[in-house]
Each structure stands twice: as structure tokens, then as C-alpha cells.
């Protein structure tokens, strides 16, 4: 049962072009919503996160936009640059959980220049 | 800080044949946590500690045995090592009240042939 729903799986974006990657939930008890970036070789690192008090969350180039009606939230990365490369994964988790932390299949982003 | 670290990188194992991958964080986390990384599968928990002496099983356990006699130690044993258990492992840990942001080794790529 995949809890956490991401696509696309690769996504090619011209420098200077906005990165968009959506996901998708079902479970309502999640109430933690972070986006981990992974370059090759590399664990993931905590790139975003939000709650889902909030509709929008913004650092710098990245923003995250939650709906929690539609239980959908999507990452958006502005001025796409060659160095954000890599592969971004969606995840949940939920107070109480031992943060245990589901993950979307994870999508791989190429920006060309 | 080292942050959380690995060993080894990379291995080769035989079918059959066992292991222990280490992880060790110093971060002074309570929570530690086992993954595996497959291709267009995201992360799958196999395994998570709580603390020292606690440990739980994930999504994907079976093959794995953990213990956690620290709180900075979490190794991930191999038992009778398969070729389904080809993927790269990362390790993670994270802080209890984090909201659930973790932080991650830089893996152990693992072949069984």
C-alpha cells in the first residue's frame, strides 16, 4: 500500500524554468509533510517541511503548497538551477509515530541549461 | 559533528553469506532507523529504534536483525544474505520532538551475487 503518492518519477526542466512535483496522501492522521533532496551518492537531506496548518511555505527558491481538503501538497522550485540535479522525495509523518517517516517513490530532476 | 556515519561504503556478498553494516550517530539522537533504496521504490524502513534496548520492526524485516545497545549505535545484521537484499541501506536518527525531520548516513551500497 504506497501511503504516499509522487509523481513524476523524472522531470527534465530548462535552467531558469520553474520544478513542479506533486504527492499525494491518504492517511489524515499524518501531520508533517518535509521534502528530502538526495544527490547521487549522497543520503537525503531535509530540503523542506510543513504542517498542515499552513497552505504555503516558502525558502528561497523552494515553496511548498499543501491542500488539505485535497490531501495534496506539491513541491515548486523557481529559477531552476543545473545544481538542483537530484532526486527529491516526498514524505509524511504523524505526531505520535515515532517518526517514522513515509516516502513517495521520490522523483529525479534534471536542469539543463 | 560527524553527523551519522557508515560502514562499510560498498560490499559483495555471496549468497548465504552474513554481515553487520554499522551505523553510529553523534548527534545524541533517540531515534535511529534502517532503509533500504531501490530503484523507482523509494525508501522502504526495514527497521527503527526508539532508544537503547528498544527496537521495532518496519515495512520490510524480514532477512534483518538489529540491536541497540547505545544510544549512538544501530547496526543492521544480514542473515543468510539473499539477492533480493541487493540495494543500497541508508541509516537515519532523528531527535524526538524534531516534527520528524531525519538525518541521514551516506549509505551502503550492497551487492548479493
Known amino acids: 500500500q504506497q501511503q504516499v503518492k509522487q509523481s513524476p518519477q523524472s522531470l527534465i526542466v530548462q535552467k531558469g524554468g520553474i520544478s513542479i512535483i506533486n504527492c499525494a496522501y491518504e492517511?489524515?492522521?499524518?501531520?508533517?509533510f518535509p521534502w528530502y533532496q538526495q544527490f547521487p551518492g549522497k543520503g537525503p537531506a531535509l530540503l523542506i517541511a510543513i504542517r498542515p496548518d499552513v497552505s504555503e511555505k516558502k525558502e528561497g527558491r523552494f515553496t511548498i503548497s499543501f491542500n488539505k481538503s485535497a490531501k495534496q501538497f506539491s513541491l515548486h522550485i523557481m529559477d531552476s538551477q543545473p545544481g538542483d540535479s537530484a532526486t527529491y522525495f516526498c514524505?509524511?509523518?504523524?505526531?505520535?509515530?515515532?517518526?517514522?517517516?513515509?516516502f513517495g517513490i521520490g522523483t529525479k530532476l534534471q536542469v539543463i541549461p | 559533528n560527524a553527523g551519522v556515519t557508515q560502514t562499510p561504503k560498498f560490499r559483495i556478498l555471496k549468497i548465504g553469506q552474513s554481515m553487520t553494516l554499522q551505523c553510529t550517530q553523534d548527534m545524541n539522537h533517540n531515534y535511529m532507523y534502517w532503509y533500504r533504496q531501490d530503484p523507482g521504490m523509494g525508501l522502504k524502513l526495514i527497521y527503527y529504534s526508539v532508544g537503547a534496548g528498544i527496537t521495532d520492526k518496519g515495512e520490510v524485516p524480514n532477512g534483518y536483525n538489529v540491536s541497540r545497545s547505545t544510544t549512538e549505535d544501530f547496526p543492521l545484521r544480514l542473515e543468510l544474505a539473499a539477492p533480493s537484499q541487493t540495494s543500497v541501506y541508508f541509516c537515519?536518527?532523528?531527535?524526538?520532538?524534531?516534527?520528524?525531520?531525519?538525518?541521514f548516513g551516506p549509505g551502503t551500497r550492497l551487492t548479493v551475487t
Open positions: 537515519a536518527s532523528s531527535y524526538g520532538d524534531s516534527g520528524g525531520e531525519q538525518y
Open positions: 514524505a509524511a509523518s504523524m505526531t505520535g509515530g515515532y517518526q517514522k517517516v513515509t
Open positions: 492517511n489524515t492522521a499524518f501531520d508533517y
